[in-house]
């Protein structure tokens, strides 16, 4: 069983998701305005937020690196994820995130992103991370730039129109893809 590195910024806490998170996860995911573009854009009952759980934790075994739970470093209220993720299929590594509601427009995601980015480099020597996001979906684009990510291209992405933004380590100026 891998240890899920716990990262804290200046208010958050970057944890391992575990069954405590699990009714505010699924209340997330059963919003449609939280899956709208993500997925098929549909809302998850819990037995499919079960799943997405889970499978985000497989993803930590199978490749070394995966989602956190984000909590308020003060009171350890659950306010989303945040993580790195690339499945069999994926076009690259991708820094990904999703604020339950009452917790978006704080600045969660790009300070969550930032440490994300930190962990990829400076841990993983990630050559590149991207971010999928669907056309119209602004505010994502907007934590993209934000974050640094330069909008490479666009793509159809499982019959979405999508964003693809790209970052780079600071340090290092190779460009290819990173996942596996």
Known sequence: ???????????????A??????????????DPDSTRYVG????????????SLAMLLGHW????????????????????????????GWPDLELGWML?????????ATEAGTAVL?????HLHAPRVISLVRVGNEASDRVAERLGGEHIDDMDFYGSD???????PPHREVRRAACG
Request: proline share 4%; with cysteine; aromatic share 14%.
């Open 1 to 15: 069983m891998i240890d899920i590195p716990v990262i804290e910024t200046a208010r958050l806490r970057l944890t």
């Open 17 to 30: 998701l575990t069954e405590r998170h699990f009714d505010d996860y699924a209340t997330m995911l059963a």
């Open 40 to 51: 098929d854009g549909q809302p998850l009952d819990r037995t499919n937020a079960w799943r």
């Open 61 to 88: 075994q199978l490749r070394g690196y995966g989602m956190w739970a984000l909590e308020l470093k003060h009171g350890g209220e659950f306010v989303g994820r945040a993580g790195l993720f690339c499945p069999e």
């Open 100 to 108: 339950k509601p009452e917790h978006r427009h704080h600045g969660y």
């Open 118 to 122: 930190d962990f990829a480099w400076n």
């Open 162 to 168: 999508t964003h693809v933004f790209a970052y780079y």
